[in-house]
């Protein structure tokens, strides 16, 4: 057992809240204190092979990939989200792994955010029930789950240095909710904080956000990881709440917290409270049982059937699916070969298998005539490949043709930058359909598309990124082994103008205001009763459902679900809430509970889907607390958020006092519904694609800090980007060298992960991205450098270098000897500042 940390030296203290190398962290042998392993991925362990990549771009040990966060969301099935983490946490525990760096549950804002295949759906309710699923899942393999990226992280442009400015009840109501879901529901031992500012200060130092919310309101009392280089002042996010610094910055970082303790900048309390948090996530480690082999075989079953419960049957028209057993079909698509089975960049697997549809069609009772790949898969047209596959098509009953984006469309790091199928993949798919007009089109990418080419296929089956089994579930689902039951965890718009953040995102400045508010995804189409091509929470299946019988209370919706078809299938019930009220704006409705459940043909099912304490709650930003507005609430049953089949209304009496005037939120009057559309019309109306400064600073409470005119001088809370506009000549000629790689990158359809990385980088940030080769006062030289005082610069950098190095062997020595048997064995309780001698 270790002895109280609290009596250790400050030097190891330092230590214990610092990364050792990328992936691992100190070990103290003298203390007792294991090192812990940490490794990515949401949707599949990914333990890299070397000790210095933490961005996906070398080889990892083989593991199960699964289907990622964006596809297991159109599931719906809390129950299959809990098997798939209890694998993960199999495999992470059989692979020496203590933190599993997962799941990923932020909002999706916008259908363009480049890791929105990472997180689950633009519903908070839905995000937090499933990333608690998972955590539960990995946990029960005693391996800490580590959900991310905390908080309000929704963008990749700019990812490490964007301020997201949102208000209060809007941050509370969609950005934190399933956050608060997964730490009151399945208590993860870890948490990420993410690299973006929230309200102007990093989310890994925002004593607001780490200390007073999540950890005194929600109870979390775990150890809380910076994303991978996102720690800006490690005091700070001590302060705040943050437990460990990732991955290593040297030594430099354990001397700015010795520093800060001996100033009086960080409290000794603060540290202790830190350090203690990552020794009960090492000795709950340390306690786990022996664990068994990871059974790999029955992983890639799961991943298969998980594939096929998440598929989303999007048109059937004419009944074309399920094919018959021996119908003819023609295989189209470069992706039917090789398949698009996961995004791009840190939470990339290496499969220890992969199937294709060619490897496993022949398994399914299909007879393949012929296959072609009909298109290049960089985008670029070739009109023999298109002929050829039409020629196929018109050989065979029905033409089966894959479809989606390459791997360069959907990365960390970057933002899509439409929602539109490459040119020649809809040239391809018209031309097919000219040939045989039987054509079932599958769809292979992470989230939403336009589809004005829809009319080209008579069934349309989206797959998302299906994992290693994918070709193989999406297979069992078209044969009709599996009864389609996905059903789409986010709104797919007819337009991209159509969205009320088309105009905004990604932000390119510093600042990423939220000024659509509450009205994301759903919530915004729903209310401005825009159209949409599918709608959040619509999916096929090959049988039909009635609704009868609703009864609701404050608790529960209770209803009867009848199959009037002829195949067992599974339906998803979707309950909604809708105040009747206009005190104070809200969506015209709000997912707040939901229950897949499985009917055999002919049979009906009582269904009980639990409402519970955030069903009717809004947030007050002007008294900071969660409110019951009293008055009559319509409780809505339905198929999808369109797809309204049943409502009742319940009466709340509320809480007393609300609506007072020293109760009610400033922008919206005084309770009355009159005050509050005349101060917030665009949100009283859900208009928000267009809202004024001053309505935003309504809404915000606050006014807006404006950006600062660009300046002549560069700092080091700079990106590396701004080097375009340097001083330095040397400076402008890397910032292009760097700008040359991502366009051959882009111009190859090749993922630039690195090259992302490094271009959005603070410079500041090199302190902690660089192994511990750099400190701030290389930093600064560096700055000097570039902006114009070249050769003054490049001496103060390599001086502050060389003592930087000086530095960290004197710290590592310092840290040896604080280690040797002899110290251990002389130990003896210190307590505040002091340490142990020849420190």
Same mark, same amino acid.
């Given at each position: 057992?270790?002895?109280?940390?609290?009596?250790?030296?400050?030097?190891?203290?330092?230590?214990?809240?610092?990364?050792?190398?990328?992936?691992?962290?100190?070990?103290?042998?003298?203390?007792?204190?294991?090192?812990?392993?940490?490794?990515?991925?949401?949707?599949?362990?990914?333990?890299?092979?070397?000790?210095?990549?933490?961005?996906?771009?070398?080889?990892?040990?083989?593991?199960?990939?699964?289907?990622?966060?964006?596809?297991?969301?159109?599931?719906?099935?809390?129950?299959?989200?809990?098997?798939?983490?209890?694998?993960?946490?199999?495999?992470?525990?059989?692979?020496?792994?203590?933190?599993?760096?997962?799941?990923?549950?932020?909002?999706?804002?916008?259908?363009?955010?480049?890791?929105?295949?990472?997180?689950?759906?633009?519903?908070?309710?839905?995000?937090?029930?499933?990333?608690?699923?998972?955590?539960?899942?990995?946990?029960?393999?005693?391996?800490?789950?580590?959900?991310?990226?905390?908080?309000?992280?929704?963008?990749?442009?700019?990812?490490?240095?964007?301020?997201?400015?949102?208000?209060?009840?809007?941050?509370?109501?969609?950005?934190?909710?399933?956050?608060?879901?997964?730490?009151?529901?399945?208590?993860?031992?870890?948490?990420?904080?993410?690299?973006?500012?929230?309200?102007?200060?990093?989310?890994?130092?925002?004593?607001?956000?780490?200390?007073?919310?999540? !950890?005194?309101?929600?109870?979390?009392?775990?150890?809380?990881?910076?994303?991978?280089?996102?720690?800006?002042?490690?005091?700070?996010?001590?302060?705040?709440?943050?437990?460990?610094?990732?991955?290593?910055?040297?030594?430099?970082?354990?001397?700015?917290?010795?520093?800060?303790?001996?100033?009086?900048?960080?409290?000794?309390?603060?540290?202790?409270?830190?350090?203690?948090? =990552? @020794?009960?996530?090492?000795?709950?480690?340390?306690?786990?049982?022996?664990?068994?082999?990871?059974?790999?075989?029955?992983?890639?079953?799961?991943?298969?059937?998980?594939?096929?419960?998440?598929?989303?049957?999007?048109?059937?028209?004419?009944?074309?699916?399920?094919?018959?057993?021996?119908?003819?079909?023609?295989?189209?698509?470069?992706?039917?070969?090789?398949?698009?089975?996961?995004?791009?960049?840190?939470?990339?697997?290496?499969?220890?298998?992969?199937?294709?549809?060619?490897?496993?069609?022949?398994?399914?009772?299909? =007879?393949?005539?012929?296959?072609?790949?009909?298109?290049?898969?960089?985008?670029?047209?070739?009109?023999?490949?298109?002929?050829?596959?039409?020629?196929?098509?018109?050989?065979? +009953?029905?033409?089966?043709?894959?479809?989606?984006?390459?791997?360069?469309?959907?990365?960390?790091?970057?933002?899509?930058?439409?929602?539109?199928?490459?040119?020649?993949?809809? +040239?391809?798919?018209?031309?097919?359909?000219?040939?045989?007009?039987?054509?079932?089109?599958?769809?292979?990418?992470?989230?939403?598309? $336009?589809?004005?080419?829809?009319?080209?296929?008579?069934?349309?089956?989206?797959?998302?990124?299906?994992?290693?089994?994918?070709?193989?579930?999406?297979?069992?689902?078209?044969?009709?082994?599996?009864?389609?039951?996905?059903?789409?965890?986010?709104?797919?718009?007819?337009?991209?103008?159509?969205?009320?953040?088309?105009?905004?995102?990604?932000?390119?400045?510093?600042?990423?205001?939220?000024?659509?508010?509450?009205?994301?995804?759903?919530?915004?189409?729903?209310?401005?009763?825009?159209?949409?091509?599918?709608?959040?929470?619509?999916?096929?299946?090959?049988?039909?459902?009635?609704?009868?019988?609703?009864?609701?209370?404050?608790?529960?919706?209770?209803?009867?679900?009848?199959?009037?078809?002829?195949?067992?299938?599974?339906?998803? =019930?979707? =309950?909604?809430?809708?105040?009747?009220?206009?005190?104070?704006?809200?969506?015209? !409705?709000?997912?707040?509970?939901?229950?897949?459940?499985?009917?055999?043909? #002919?049979?009906?099912?009582?269904?009980?889907?639990?409402?519970?304490?955030?069903?009717?709650?809004?947030?007050?930003?002007?008294? #900071?607390?969660?409110?019951?507005?009293?008055?009559?609430? $319509?409780?809505?049953?339905?198929?999808?958020?369109?797809?309204?089949?049943?409502?009742?209304?319940?009466?709340? $009496?509320?809480?007393?006092?609300?609506?007072?005037?020293?109760?009610?939120?400033?922008?919206?009057?005084?309770?009355?519904?009159?005050?509050?559309?005349?101060?917030?019309?665009?949100?009283?109306?859900?208009?928000?694609?267009?809202?004024?400064?001053?309505?935003?600073?309504?809404?915000?409470?606050?006014?807006?800090?404006?950006?600062?005119?660009? @300046?002549?001088?560069?700092?080091?809370?700079?990106?590396?980007?701004?080097?375009?506009?340097?001083?330095?000549?040397? /400076?402008?000629?890397?910032?292009?060298?760097?700008?040359?790689?991502?366009?051959?990158?882009?111009?190859?359809?090749?993922?630039?992960?690195?090259?992302?990385?490094?271009?959005?980088?603070?410079?500041?940030?090199?302190?902690?991205?660089?192994?511990?080769?750099?400190?701030?006062?290389?930093?600064?030289?560096?700055?000097?450098?570039?902006?114009?005082?070249?050769?003054?610069?490049?001496?103060?950098?390599?001086?502050?270098? /060389?003592?930087?190095?000086?530095?960290?062997?004197?710290?590592?020595?310092?840290?040896?000897?604080?280690?040797?048997?002899?110290?251990?064995?002389?130990?003896?309780?210190?307590?505040?500042?002091?340490?142990?001698?020849?420190?």
């Amino acid at each position: 057992m270790m002895a109280g940390s609290d009596a250790w030296s400050l030097i190891e203290k330092a230590a214990v809240v610092t990364g050792r190398n990328v992936w691992q962290t100190h070990a103290l042998k003298a203390r007792g204190l294991r090192s812990l392993w940490l490794s990515d991925g949401p949707h599949g362990l990914r333990r890299q092979a070397g000790s210095a990549d933490h961005l996906g771009l070398g080889p990892a040990q083989p593991a199960t990939c699964f289907p990622v966060a964006a596809a297991v969301a159109n599931s719906w099935d809390v129950e299959l989200a809990q098997e798939i983490g209890a694998a993960l946490g199999a495999e992470a525990a059989d692979q020496r792994v203590d933190v599993l760096l997962g799941p990923g549950l932020n909002i999706k804002r916008s259908p363009l955010g480049g890791r929105n295949f990472e997180y689950f759906s633009e519903d908070p309710l839905l995000s937090g029930k499933l990333a608690a699923a998972y955590v539960r899942g990995i946990q029960s393999r005693h391996v800490a789950a580590c959900p991310k990226h905390f908080a309000a992280n929704n963008q990749e442009l700019r990812r490490m240095a964007s301020d997201s400015v949102v208000d209060e009840r809007t941050l509370r109501e969609i950005y934190l909710t399933g956050f608060e879901i997964v730490v009151r529901e399945a208590r993860p031992r870890t948490i990420m904080s993410s690299y973006n500012l929230v309200g102007g200060v990093y989310a890994s130092e925002n004593h607001w956000l780490l200390r007073q919310v999540l !950890r005194d309101e929600w109870g979390f009392d775990g150890a809380v990881v910076t994303d991978w280089g996102a720690s800006n002042d490690i005091a700070a996010g001590l302060a705040a709440g943050c437990s460990l610094e990732m991955p290593a910055a040297g030594h430099a970082s354990a001397r700015q917290i010795a520093a800060a303790v001996k100033s009086g900048r960080l409290a000794m309390a603060d540290l202790n409270a830190r350090v203690r948090e =990552v @020794v009960e996530l090492a000795e709950w480690r340390r306690q786990a049982p022996q664990a068994a082999d990871a059974d790999y075989d029955a992983h890639h079953e799961l991943a298969r059937r998980a594939a096929a419960a998440s598929a989303v049957l999007l048109k059937n028209d004419h009944h074309l699916l399920p094919l018959s057993p021996g119908a003819k079909v023609a295989v189209i698509g470069d992706f039917a070969a090789r398949p698009r089975y996961q995004g791009g960049g840190s939470s990339s697997v290496n499969p220890r298998r992969l199937d294709s549809c060619l490897d496993v069609i022949g398994q399914s009772g299909l =007879v393949m005539t012929a296959f072609e790949p009909g298109f290049r898969r960089d985008g670029r047209p070739d009109p023999a490949l298109a002929r050829a596959a039409a020629a196929a098509a018109r050989q065979a +009953d029905v033409a089966l043709v894959w479809l989606g984006l390459d791997e360069a469309s959907e990365t960390e790091g970057a933002d899509r930058r439409d929602l539109k199928l490459p040119q020649a993949q809809v +040239d391809l798919l018209a031309a097919v359909a000219q040939a045989n007009p039987q054509v079932v089109a599958v769809l292979s990418l992470g989230g939403a598309l $336009e589809t004005p080419w829809l009319g080209h296929c008579q069934a349309l089956l989206h797959g998302y990124l299906a994992g290693e089994a994918g070709a193989g579930g999406l297979l069992d689902v078209i044969v009709g082994k599996v009864n389609p039951s996905g059903r789409l965890a986010e709104t797919f718009p007819v337009s991209l103008a159509d969205h009320p953040t088309a105009g905004s995102f990604p932000a390119a400045g510093r600042q990423a205001e939220y000024r659509e508010g509450l009205y994301v995804g759903y919530r915004y189409f729903t209310t401005a009763a825009r159209p949409v091509a599918f709608a959040f929470g619509f999916g096929l299946s090959y049988t039909q459902f009635e609704y009868s019988d609703l009864r609701a209370d404050q608790g529960q919706a209770r209803l009867r679900v009848t199959n009037t078809g002829r195949r067992d299938g599974a339906e998803v =019930v979707q =309950v909604y809430v809708h105040s009747l009220s206009d005190a104070v704006h809200r969506p015209e !409705r709000e997912l707040k509970g939901f229950a897949r459940v499985a009917i055999a043909a #002919g049979e009906s099912a009582d269904v009980a889907v639990p409402l519970g304490e955030f069903a009717f709650r809004r947030f007050n930003a002007a008294t #900071g607390t969660w409110e019951v507005e009293p008055g009559r609430y $319509e409780v809505q049953v339905g198929a999808s958020s369109v797809d309204i089949r049943l409502t009742a209304t319940v009466t709340l $009496e509320g809480e007393a006092g609300f609506g007072d005037a020293e109760r009610a939120e400033p922008a919206d009057g005084a309770g009355a519904g009159a005050g509050g559309a005349l101060a917030l019309p665009s949100y009283h109306a859900g208009a928000v694609h267009d809202v004024s400064d001053e309505e935003f600073e309504r809404l915000l409470g606050r006014p807006l800090v404006r950006e600062a005119a660009a @300046v002549a001088e560069l700092t080091s809370a700079d990106v590396i980007d701004s080097l375009a506009n340097a001083r330095s000549w040397l /400076a402008r000629l890397g910032h292009r060298w760097l700008k040359r790689r991502l366009a051959k990158a882009e111009a190859a359809r090749a993922a630039a992960t690195a090259e992302l990385f490094i271009l959005w980088l603070p410079l500041a940030r090199l302190v902690k991205v660089a192994g511990g080769r750099v400190d701030a006062g290389v930093v600064d030289g560096l700055v000097m450098a570039v902006n114009g005082h070249f050769w003054r610069g490049l001496w103060a950098a390599a001086r502050a270098y /060389a003592a930087n190095r000086r530095a960290n062997r004197a710290t590592a020595r310092r840290l040896a000897q604080s280690q040797a048997p002899k110290a251990a064995l002389k130990a003896a309780p210190k307590a505040g500042l002091k340490a142990t001698p020849k420190r």
